[in-house]
Structures are given as C-alpha cells and as structure tokens.
C-alpha cells in the first residue's frame, strides 16, 4: 500500500509541474500492469468482505466465457489477463468467523496470483460439476449470482452459463441463489484511497489534452474543421500509449446560428466551441467538457454574455455537488439540485453520472439530458467513496449574439467522501482561448 501511494505522489508531482497542454507523463505499459495489480488486490482484500458481509451473503460467483464479459469480472483480471479464458468462473467465499474471503477460480487458467486455483480438469473434466463439488464442499447459505433486470453492471450472468450452473448443482443448493445488484454495483462505484492516490492523475492528462486541442497549437481559424480537432484528439491520445472510451466531440457555436456546427465545418474568429472527451487508464475513466472561444482581431477575452453563461453552469454545478447526501437517491439529488439552480433564475438541464471502471458508471443517475423527472435508473442510494461526472448545461441569453441563446456544456469529474464533493483536477471557469496567428 505504501509503495503504490508513493509512485502515485511522484506522478502527481510531476504533472503538476507540467504547463497547461505540455506532454503528460504516461507510465509504461509494464510499469502500468504491475500498478494496475496493487491497486486490484487492495481492492479485493477490502471492497469485497465489505460487500458481502454488509449484504450477509456468503458466496459470490462470477462466470465468464471468453469475449462475453460479466462487467464486475472484467475488472477482476490481473494486467496481464484482458480477457476471460475459455470460461472464466471467480469464487468468493467467506468462512465466517472473522476469517479472510477465500478467492477461487474454477478456470483452467491462473489470474496473476489473486485467486487461488480450485479446479483439476483431469479429475474433474466437467468444469461446472467441479463448480458444484466446490459449492457442495464449502456449504453457502447464501450465493449470489450476477442478474439484474435494472442493471446492466450486475447482469453478466448469461442464461447459458446460469443453466450450466444449475443443471449441476444439487437442487439443494439451487434453491439458495440470490439475485442481488449490491455486490456488482458495489464493487465497480467503490473507490479505494490507493485509487484515488491516482485518478487525479488521469484527469490531468485529460485536461491537458484539452487545453491544447482548444489552442492555437491545433487550430488555425479558417482552415481547421470540427473534425479536425476531433481526430487530432485521437491520435494524440493514441501518441500516448492510451485509448479514448468514446470517439471525441466537437461543436462550434456561432452568433445567427441556431444549433451546433460539426463534422466538416470550418471553424472561424468568434466561435464558441465545445468539446466531449474522455479517456482510460490504469483500469479508470476520464469524462470531460469543456468550451474554448476563437478570438477576433483586437479581442483578448470570450464577449460577456459567454463567459456569463460559463458563470452560470458553475453555479448549476455548486446547485448540484452541494445537493450531494449519503443514502439519498439520484432522483432526489436532482430535485434539490434543479430546486436550488431554478431559484436562482438559471435554467438547468442535469445528467450526472457515475464514474470509475466505467465511463458511464454503475450506480444511481442524476438526471437524464432527455428526462429531468424522476427515473427507475435513479433510485439507487448515494454511498460514500464514489467517483462521479458532473455533467450539466445551463441555457442562456447571449446579449452580443442579439439575445441567442446557448447551451453551456460542463463536464467535470469528482469524488464523494461521504460529506463532501471535490473535483479531481478542478473545473473550468474561464475559457480556452484560441488566438489566431498573425
């Protein structure tokens, strides 16, 4: 635990002497994997007893077969393992008595030393019935299995593979499956302190791409296009040895335009633009919108009435991470939050989300951009040491635009300690700027 706080404060300290959209230090990919590693095995010496004792069950299996993942197992593979092999099935079994979680694999191959093998497919050729001899012998009261008709994260158990299982238990044992969405869900909103030693780091290097795509470095005023940009963002990240979870926006916003401008447009002095953009590394996601301006001859800053309506999602925002309560639901965080933004006289638009193993992670949902009423996906409580993307708009009047009005777009990633919320690597207030070259 020590070594991997440590390696994380080197690599926060050394981005945070980096200029804006300097080169972001990047581990190598070996380095990674061995991180990647420490920061798995804390979290299921931790997260999981925590889990499973607070839901009082006493197994927990997870099945895989290779390219079809169970979400909750994907994440569980040493840095080595990308994929289930064959069929991958995890054990987790808890003796009670204050003894450790013992974790198993039924699998015909080994996960980096982080689950102890429990199958010899000479004695035992059938490896679902090795699965029921194993369940037989430690005897569970409870096994939870991952279905969910709510969640997609805690529905990775396929019919086939639910019907191998129980075709070789003994109905006994059958009759002692729980479905439960609290383990998987759990376990992927979970973040742990190593974890958050560095996902910091991760929003850095997000910003810092961002910076420099919404610079002059990237754009030339009359010449560049929106997918220009877009795809420069691609290749930059690939530069870097990482991967984008999502294929970058960018919009421009124009005075007498209504709407957004994309794809092949060209972007001129005077726009607004806004971009999407999220990568992952280390196992976690970044997710993150920003806006830039296009300077005109004699400007040095965005006209008033944009950076008015950049003020204005900020304080959506305040609305929003103030609203944030342990075991309150998203729909309720959205009521307060949209509650305080309206008596302000701002007109909010709210779609938070989770965030972690997942760009769009499991846990409750704040708001929908297409739906600000109550929703089934927001009924899941609000539980401390989370990771979460504060997404929202406010729509605003633009005076020097003759009154267009605009959607300002912020996206911004934070954590919840349970009673408070602060973003990893700040938000934006002030816009990038884009100075055309004389």
């Not at 299995?145 to 997609?152: E, G, K, Y």
Request: net charge neutral.
């Amino acid at each position: 635990m020590k070594g991997i706080v440590q390696i994380a404060a080197l690599l926060l300290l050394g981005l945070c002497a980096l200029p804006v959209a300097a080169q972001p230090t990047v581990l190598p990919l070996r380095e990674r994997a061995a991180l990647h590693d420490k920061l798995l095995a804390e979290r299921l010496d931790t997260v999981v007893p925590a889990l499973m004792r607070e839901q009082k069950i006493d197994m927990w299996v997870l099945i895989a077969r290779e390219y079809v993942e169970d979400p909750v197992l994907a994440t569980m593979l040493d840095g080595t393992s990308f994929h289930a092999r064959r069929r991958t099935i995890l054990v987790f079994f808890d003796p009670g008595g204050g003894k450790p979680v013992e974790r198993l694999t039924v699998s015909r191959y080994g996960l980096g030393g982080l689950f102890q093998p429990a199958w010899n497919p000479d004695q035992y050729p059938d490896q679902f019935f090795a699965l029921a001899m194993l369940i037989a012998n430690k005897d569970p009261k409870r096994i939870a299995i991952n279905t969910s008709a709510l969640s997609q994260f805690a529905d990775g158990l396929t019919l086939s593979q639910y019907q191998g299982m129980t075709a070789a238990l003994n109905p006994a044992y059958r009759g002692r499956l729980v479905r439960t969405d609290a383990l998987a869900i759990g376990w992927l909103e979970t973040r742990t302190p190593a974890e958050m030693q560095v996902y910091p780091q991760l929003l850095q290097i997000t910003h810092a791409i961002v910076a420099e795509a919404l610079s002059a470095r990237v754009i030339t005023p009359g010449k560049t296009t929106a997918n220009d940009v877009r795809w420069w963002m691609r290749e930059k990240v690939s530069s870097l040895g990482l991967k984008v979870w999502f294929h970058p926006s960018l919009s421009i916003f124009r005075a007498g335009q209504s709407g957004a401008l994309q794809e092949d447009e060209i972007i001129r002095e005077g726009d607004m633009l806004w971009t999407d953009f999220g990568i992952t590394y280390l196992g976690l996601n970044s997710d993150v919108q920003q806006l830039g301006y296009v300077l005109k001859p004699g400007e040095t800053d965005a006209p008033k009435g944009l950076r008015d309506g950049l003020a204005a999602a900020n304080r959506v925002q305040d609305a929003v991470t103030s609203s944030f309560r342990t075991g309150l639901t998203g729909n309720a965080i959205l009521g307060l939050a949209r509650a305080k933004a309206i008596a302000q006289g701002l007109k909010p638009s709210i779609y938070s989300h989770p965030i972690g193993f997942h760009g769009h992670g499991a846990g409750s949902s704040i708001g929908f951009w297409d739906n600000q009423a109550p929703d089934p996906r927001g009924e899941h409580p609000l539980r401390p040491d989370t990771a979460w993307s504060i997404e929202l708009a406010a729509r605003a009047a633009v005076p020097e635009w003759n009154g267009q009005e605009i959607d300002f777009r912020q996206e911004e990633n934070a954590f919840f300690d349970g009673k408070t919320v602060h973003y990893l690597d700040g938000r934006q207030t002030r816009f990038h700027l884009i100075a055309p070259r004389r």
